[in-house]
């Protein structure tokens, strides 16, 4: 079993929907967790941090369950420029943190 | 702003060649990263270091390896390159600290002939 799962989508929605995307994780002694925005053929950019009692960044909000061992990632009002793939991050501990990638969910907005 | 810099945006090189890619970080970070990604497979770590001179194995770190002789500096070498390596390569830092994010580079799109 993978370590951090993600739905790769594509999620297809019109502009001003609201969409949510989750992310699974393994391992329950992971200690921190980031959203990434990559666009095709860029490199993976920091969106958020996900903190333990969830935390909102104009349109985007990030929760974090760690009963059910997985966070997600709400945009309201979706925007055009908002098509991209969502990249969750865990880090395990394994030494130090060793960051471990899920492999993206692809979200398109049209118009 | 943090910045890592890779030293090429688009490499192309001929099967059985050493290939070496650099990468470059300006913010004193102690720790260092290379990763592959390739379509539906998502970013896989080859290696990483935590500091100067040390070196760990990532998920997939056969027929590459790193040299960190500088903090600022971490390479990724293809010992003899494959066509099986042609990928993006994504470099990324980050401070010490179960919180702290990382940062990448550009990208090297790297092509073996």
């Known amino acids: 079993r993978k370590e951090v799962e993600q739905d790769p989508g594509p999620f297809n929605v019109p502009e001003g929907a609201t969409v949510a995307f989750n992310c699974t994780y393994s391992?329950?002694?992971?200690?921190?967790f980031f959203w990434y925005r990559q666009d095709c053929r860029k490199e993976p950019k920091l969106l958020m941090s996900?903190?333990?009692s969830g935390n909102e960044d104009g349109r985007f909000t990030a929760q974090l369950n760690r009963a059910s061992q997985y966070i997600s990632l709400l945009i309201r009002d979706s925007k055009l420029s908002d098509s991209a793939t969502y990249l969750c991050?865990?880090?395990?501990?394994?030494?130090?943190?060793?960051?471990?990638f899920g492999r993206g969910t692809s979200l398109i907005v049209h118009p | 702003d943090v910045k890592v810099t890779q030293s090429s945006r688009y490499l192309v090189k001929r099967t059985g060649e050493k290939v070496f890619l650099e990468c470059v970080q300006d913010?004193?970070?102690?720790?260092m990263f290379w990763y592959r990604q390739d379509p539906g497979l998502g970013l896989r770590l080859i290696y990483f270091?935590?500091?100067?001179?040390?070196?760990e194995k990532g998920d997939i770190p056969e027929g590459y390896s790193v040299s960190r002789e500088k903090k600022e500096r971490f390479s990724l070498i293809l010992e003899s390159a494959s066509t099986n390596q042609t990928s993006m390569y994504l470099c990324?830092?980050?401070?010490?600290?179960?919180?702290?994010?990382?940062?990448f580079g550009d990208g090297t799109r790297l092509s073996i002939l």
């Open positions: 990324a830092s980050s401070q010490t600290g179960a919180n702290q994010p990382q940062h």
């Open positions: 391992n329950s002694a992971s200690q921190s």
């Open positions: 996900v903190y333990s």
């Open positions: 991050v865990v880090n395990v501990p394994g030494g130090s943190y060793i960051p471990t």
């Open positions: 913010m004193d970070h102690e720790n």
């Open positions: 270091s935590y500091d100067v001179k040390m070196k």
